[in-house]
């Protein structure tokens, strides 16, 4: 038997695809992505977990994930590339992902346990799964149809990733290890993901209005509804780490599915009775 959760909404603002979400413990302050619009955006829990927007970063075109080092500035994946966003606001380009007016771009990333950083890619030709070492990508993935959400387990030694039109979360020993099959998702399609301190994963299934939380063997063991159709991606908040944010968007919903889930493109959050693991900064000397 499943529990039952209900997320409520956090924020008064709607994006139009809203992604990505990060938890910076130093700071005590959260921050997501809203990707067609090019804009990172930070944010602070607020009572009743509410969160509210305190600063926006903007860039020429698409953002698809944002990562954070210890000392505050930020890692940006960019339409094709990776910026370094300094804490005075410099920015520097640091490495190419995709060729040059790729006809896809970034999608979701996220920073392993030794500091580095991971994010894919969708809509071109052939989607891949990259990891930012030693100044440049290593491919971890070349096959995907759409790279999506990222997570390790507790003690960092297996790795989840998404596909999101084969709708399959796969698994695998890291950072070494052949890639198997973990569970598929039938109503919707799997999106952001993350892991609590028990090892559960916790995954956004866009389409479907839900997070799923799944043990490490993949069985479902919770959902949490949110009332917007397409759930993008969710992270542990706040000091204890017991506030899951889920991202939500309104791309690609009608007029008629905007009115009866106003909520869509929101932040929601809700508590769901365990614990986040802390998000490692990622370090740029890796």
Excluded at 2 to 28: K, M, N, S
Excluded at 185 to 199: E, F, H, M, S, T
Excluded at 232 to 254: C, H, K, N, W
Aim: hydrophobic share 40%; with cysteine.
């Amino acid at each position: 038997m499943t529990t039952g959760h209900t997320a409520r909404p956090a924020t008064d603002a709607a994006y139009f695809l809203g992604e990505g979400p990060v938890w910076d413990a130093g700071r005590q302050r959260l921050l997501w992505v809203d990707i067609m619009a090019g804009d990172v955006h930070e944010g602070r829990l607020g009572d009743h977990d509410r969160v509210e927007p305190v600063r926006t970063w903007s860039f020429e075109q698409s953002v698809g994930a944002v990562a954070v080092a210890e000392n505050g500035g930020l890692l940006v994946a960019e339409r094709e590339t990776l910026t370094r966003v300094d804490a005075d606001g410099g920015r520097t380009h640091l490495a190419r992902v995709l060729p040059p007016g790729s006809p896809g771009r970034l999608n979701d990333g996220a920073v392993d346990p030794s500091g580095r950083f991971l994010v894919g890619s969708l809509g071109g030709d052939r989607e891949v799964l990259v990891r930012f070492e030693d100044g440049g990508c290593t491919t971890v993935d070349d096959d995907l149809t759409l790279s999506n959400g990222l997570a390790w387990s507790p003690s960092g030694d297996r790795f989840y990733s998404v596909d999101t039109l084969t709708r399959t979360i796969y698994v695998r020993d890291y950072p070494v290890g052949e890639r198997s099959v973990l569970f598929t998702v039938d109503d919707g399609y799997p999106d952001g993901l993350c892991a609590d301190a028990d090892g559960n994963l916790w995954l956004a299934v866009w389409g479907g209005g839900r997070v799923e939380c799944r043990s490490p063997a993949g069985e479902l063991l919770a959902v949490v509804e949110v009332d917007a159709p397409h759930t993008s991606s969710v992270a542990f908040a706040g000091p204890e780490l017991d506030v899951l944010v889920i991202t939500t968007a309104t791309q690609d919903l009608t007029a008629a599915d905007l009115a009866a889930h106003p909520s869509s493109g929101r932040l929601f959050t809700a508590r769901v009775g365990v614990a986040g693991l802390l998000t490692p900064y990622w370090n740029p000397g890796l």
